[in-house]
T-cell receptor, first 112, second 113 residues
Framework: GENVEQHPSTLSVQEGDSAVIKCTYS??????FPWYKQELGKGPQLIID?????GEKKDQRIAVTLNKTAKHFSLHITETQPEDSAVYFC???????????FGPGTSLSVIP | DGGITQSPKYLFRKEGQNVTLSCEQN?????MYWYRQDPGQGLRLIYY???????QKGDIAEGYSVSREKKESFPLTVTSAQKNPTAFYLC????????????FGPGTRLLVL
């Protein structure tokens, strides 16, 4: 079955710097890759997603890139702010009827 | 105000006791899910339901049970057979045909006394 790995497990950056979180997946049939942000004690919130027919997607300070050949995708956060501190999860899915497989998460700390 | 609600926020279980976690959504979503989250780990699927009166086991269904009598409700019962129930439980829902895009509730933290 599908397996999603995520690195690093923890990441600390200075406010204003960029943060990059990388994920790899095993099933080449996966074609949907969402990213979730989870603040302490709360449920995950979808922040951005990408489908396999595009290589990059941006939403203000957040961007996601996808390399289908290498089976990896990354989340880029620019000009980080303290409120970006949270756990970020990547995930992969094949079709709307397949399970969504989540990575183990990355704890991001933005130091003021 | 549309969304997914979970109650209670915290729940305590005694030995041998069954407890039920509530999940309600007013998004008119067809599919609903239950995940378990342990510290430092990703989300693991317990049960899911794509239509009313039907549900399927996920990866870690043992010790849990669900029902889906109404479209907007998907309660999860943690039975006494679940020997390690302490975790953060998350409910999610999604639109038919877009099940891969899931929206999560605020979660319930279950603790054992």
């Amino acid at each position: 079955g599908e397996n999603v790995e995520q690195h690093p497990s923890t990441l600390s950056v200075q406010e204003g710097d960029s943060a990059v979180i990388k994920c790899t997946y095993s099933d080449s049939a996966s074609n949907y890759f969402p990213w979730y942000k989870q603040e302490l004690g709360k449920g995950p919130q979808l922040i951005i997603d990408i489908r396999s027919n595009v290589g990059e997607k941006k939403d203000q300070r957040i961007a996601v890139t996808l390399n289908k050949t290498a089976k990896h995708f990354s989340l880029h956060i620019t000009e980080t702010q303290p409120e970006d501190s949270a756990v970020y999860f990547c995930a992969a899915s094949k079709t709307s009827y397949d399970k969504v497989i989540f990575g183990p998460g990355t704890s991001l700390s933005v130091i003021p | 105000d549309g969304g997914i609600t979970q109650s209670p926020k915290y729940l305590f279980r005694k030995e041998g006791q069954n407890v039920t976690l509530s999940c309600e959504q007013n998004l008119n979503h067809d599919a609903m899910y239950w995940y378990r989250q342990d510290p430092g780990q990703g989300l693991r699927l317990i049960y899911y339901s794509q239509i009313v009166n039907d549900f399927q086991k996920g990866d870690i269904a043992e010790g849990y049970s669900v029902s889906r009598e109404k479209k907007e409700s998907f309660p999860l019962t943690v039975t006494s057979a679940q020997k390690n129930p302490t975790a953060f439980y998350l409910c999610a829902s999604s639109i038919e045909g877009r099940e891969e895009t899931q929206y999560f509730g605020p979660g319930t933290r279950l603790l054992v006394l």
